[in-house]
């Protein structure tokens, strides 16, 4: 089963999402908070598409939906065709979209290795010695084989968040959730993950959705960034990015890039400013 | 295992074989310190008495108590009120945590369980475990049991509401990370809401132990025919004034000896925490 990485497996192209006038209301009714109003979009197969919006504007709200941990109360969310959440739906996750979390959630009680095993072991897809096995082998391929008998507290945030990857990434997910996970990071151990992802994508060509608030991070790894409104969350605007691959941080400093920065930086601002202003009212 | 063949891990464990040696060096400054301290009060204790210092006039020297602890050594009775104060305590003790655990886990983990129970052990927890006594002694047989439920009773609610909070206090991140790699409920409980809550139930077990012992010393002193805290008592009825104070530093001793048995048993329990 050592599949997660090998490119070939890839032929069979899957994780096309599917968000149709996707709405969120929490506590309908009564407070009636909009989170998510309307989100119409098709993620491709094998796409990485980014998020990019203010905190709290309801991007991980989206991100919930689609993860099934919240259900959605307006619209209809598909994968490769099958609805997986609609409103009165029963939400459902599943290990073909694998949420990696904005703080990190590896099991401090578990190993390193014994981490990455779980999704196997709790599927029951393979046994406890296998699953050990090709956890222990997954994490020598992409380089963390000396960290794999210690517990997660022993590790900086960086290597936790790839080991996390590697947890997600060995259950050969349709889809990855990223939920701004290289938010706790300082910014040179962001860069140096920002190339770990683009290394993984680049061998994996997962659909990655991809959130956070950080525009250059979204223009560096996307092929294409939707910015979204502060709350309620709407499709703002579609940037498609047409740097090559594979990329580098070295493109940040590009004129592509730039060009690329600057055509939607006044929309992202803007929104920022949105978000900023209503939460000194809210404060006052 | 095929990691030991590589340098690097080797290397690794290497470093990680030389890290305990500081601490063992910090550790035994410790013990050092602790051990001029404990001389340092054993002093002042017997300069207060020899100097009439008020208060004081009537406490045995330690030299006094000493030799009372040296000639109790002598006596079996002594070894047999350990073993009888040990027994009744880890048998409450022990009961406590095989219904505390198991009803927190279900109270932390099932919201409308939580709401039909939690009002009454809310009621039932303030009254302290000597309130009990009376009660105890009218309803069960024999002094033994009802010695041993006052005990129960000091460290199951302790325990119940720390495990009940240990469940609760568990990060919402870590329950959906399980359920996104397709653990089930079931699973989620042994593998994420268990493990998650055992440092919480362990500071329970901890607390909860040291409740037990100042029960225990009540207890017996109201229904016992023995033990470490009849002990004390009867030395004081008899007036051996040394042997009260060997009393309570064996009760003393045998709190500590407890408390660091469930110590032992939660670092091994717990590899991942550096909490105990």
Known sequence: MAVALKPDRVAQRAGAISLRAVRKVYDPGRLDVVAVDGWTLDVASGEFLAVVGPSGCGKTTLLNGIAGFDPITGGEILLDGETIASPGGSARPSADRVVVFQNGALFPWKTVVENVAYGPIVQRRLSRPLALDEARSLLQRVGLGEVADAY???????????????????????????????????????????????????????????????LDEAILLADRVVVSTTRPARVKHILAIDLPRPRSYRMMASAAFLDLKRSVADAVHEEAEKAFRRGERELA | MNVEAAPSPAGLRARNRTRPVPGREVASAAALRGSAGIATFLALWQLGVVLHLPLLAKI??????????????????????????????????????????????????????????????????????????????????TPESSITFVIFLG???????????????????????????????????RRIILPGALPSIFTGMAVGMGITWSV??????????????????????????????????????????????VRIVAARAMPWSKRF
């Not at chain 1, 962001?190 to 683009?198: A, D, F, I, P």
């Not at chain 2, 809310?122 to 105890?136: D, G, Q, T, Y």
């Open chain 1, 152 to 214: 997660p507290s022993r590790l900086s945030s960086g290597v936790q968040r790839r080991v996390e990857m590697v947890r997600a990434l060995i259950n050969d997910p349709k889809v990855l959730l990223l939920d701004e996970p290289f938010r706790a990071l300082d910014a040179i151990a962001k860069s140096v993950m920002h190339e770990e992802l683009l290394k993984l994508y680049d061998a994996t060509k997962k659909t990655i959705f991809f959130i956070t608030h950080d």
């Open chain 2, 60 to 141: 045995p020297t330690p030299a006094d108590v000493a030799a009372a602890w040296l000639s109790l050594l002598r006596d079996p009775r002594y070894y047999l009120d350990w073993l009888v104060s040990f027994r009744r305590v880890f048998g409450g003790f022990v009961i406590a945590q095989a219904l505390g655990i198991p009803l927190g886990l279900l109270m932390g983990w099932k919201a409308a369980f939580r709401s039909l129970t939690f009002p009454v052990f809310e009621v039932l927890r303030p009254i302290p475990p000597l309130a009990w006594v009376p009660l105890s002694i009218l309803f069960w047989p």
């Open chain 2, 155 to 189: 460290a199951f609610f302790t325990v119940l509401i720390n495990t009940l909070a240990g469940v609760r206090a568990i990060d919402e991140r870590y329950v959906r990370a399980a359920i996104s790699l397709g653990a089930t409920p079931a699973i989620v409980f």
């Open chain 2, 216 to 261: 225990l010393v009540a207890a017996e002193i109201i229904a016992g025919r023995s033990g470490l805290g009849y002990l004390t008592w009867e030395a004081y009825v008899a007036g051996s004034f040394p042997t009260i104070v060997v009393g309570m530093i064996s009760i003393g001793l045998a709190g500590y000896l407890s408390s660091a048995l």
